[in-house]
T-cell receptor, first 112, second 113 residues
Framework: GQQVMQIPQYQHVQEGEDFTTYCNSS?????IQWYKQRPGGHPVFLIQ?????EVKKQKRLTFQFGEAKKNSSLHITATQTTDVGTYFC????????????FGQGTILTVHP | EADIYQTPRYLVIGTGKKITLECSQT?????MYWYQQDPGMELHLIHY???????EKGDLSSESTVSRIRTEHFPLTLESARPSHTSQYLC????????????FGPGTRLTVL
C-alpha cells in the first residue's frame, strides 16, 4: 500500500532560525496536503499542492511539490514561537478521489 | 472555524464498558473519518465512510465499529473497552469534490482504567 514518510520526527530551533520538514511517498501522488496541529489541538488544513514542481507561499511558509510528485517540503523562514506544533503531510494516491495517507509528522519546538 | 463536533471531549471509563464516541458535522460532507492518535504521534485511520450506509475499515486494525445512518452523524462504538484503547480519537469530514481538505473535530481523549 501507499506509504508516506516524513522527516525529521523532531526539530528544535531557536526563534528566528529556519525550519524544513520533508515528505516522501512510495508512489506517485495526485496531490499532497499539509496540516498543522498545535499542542493539545486538532490538525488544521494549511494548503494543497497539485501540480508537478508547484511552489506556494503563505507568509513565512513555503510549500513545494516535487517534479515527480513523490515528495514535498514545508519550509518556515524565521520561526516564531507561534509556529510550535506538529506538521503533517498527507498524500493522495491514484485519482484525485483516492484515500489520504498521513505522514508521521514533524514536531517543531521553538525556543525563545 | 469548521462545524464538526465531538462528544465527549474527555472520557475515563473502566475496563469492559461499552462506549460510543459521537461525531457530527453540519457542513453536509459525504466523507467522514475516524483517526486514532497517541500524544505526539502520527494519525492512524481506523474507519471511514463515503456516504450514508457506507463504512470501511482503515489502515489500522481496530476493535471499534462505526455506523453512518445519517450524513451528519458518524458515531464510533467500542463494545468492551480495554486499557489498550486509551488514546485520542479524532473525527474528520471532507467534501467529495475540490480540495477535499479534511476538517477535524476537537477530539475525544479516552482513558480506560
Amino acid at each position: 500500500g501507499q506509504q508516506v514518510m516524513q522527516i525529521p520526527q523532531y526539530q528544535h530551533v531557536q526563534e528566528g532560525e529556519d525550519f524544513t520538514t520533508y515528505c516522501n511517498s512510495s508512489t506517485t501522488l495526485s496531490n499532497i496536503q499539509w496540516y498543522k496541529q498545535r499542542p493539545g489541538g486538532h490538525p488544521v488544513f494549511l494548503i494543497q499542492l497539485v501540480k508537478s514542481g508547484e511552489v506556494k507561499k503563505q507568509k513565512r511558509l513555503t510549500f513545494q511539490f516535487g517534479e515527480a510528485k513523490k515528495n514535498s517540503s514545508l519550509h518556515i523562514t524565521a520561526t516564531q514561537t507561534t509556529d510550535v506544533g506538529t506538521y503533517f503531510c498527507a498524500g493522495r494516491g491514484g485519482t484525485s478521489y483516492g484515500k489520504l495517507t498521513f505522514g508521521q509528522g514533524t514536531i517543531l519546538t521553538v525556543h525563545p | 472555524e469548521a462545524d464538526i463536533y465531538q462528544t465527549p471531549r474527555y472520557l475515563v471509563i473502566g475496563t469492559g464498558k461499552k462506549i460510543t464516541l459521537e461525531c457530527s458535522q453540519t457542513m453536509g460532507h459525504d466523507k467522514m473519518y475516524w483517526y486514532q492518535q497517541d500524544p505526539g504521534m502520527e494519525l492512524h485511520l481506523i474507519h471511514y465512510s463515503y456516504g450514508v450506509n457506507s463504512t470501511e475499515k482503515g489502515d489500522l486494525s481496530s476493535e471499534s465499529t462505526v455506523s453512518r445512518i445519517r450524513t451528519e452523524h458518524f458515531p464510533l462504538t467500542l463494545e468492551s473497552a480495554r486499557p489498550s484503547h486509551t488514546s485520542q480519537y479524532l473525527c474528520a469530514s471532507s467534501e467529495t469534490q475540490g480540495h477535499q481538505e479534511q476538517f477535524f473535530g476537537p477530539g475525544t481523549r479516552l482513558t480506560v482504567l
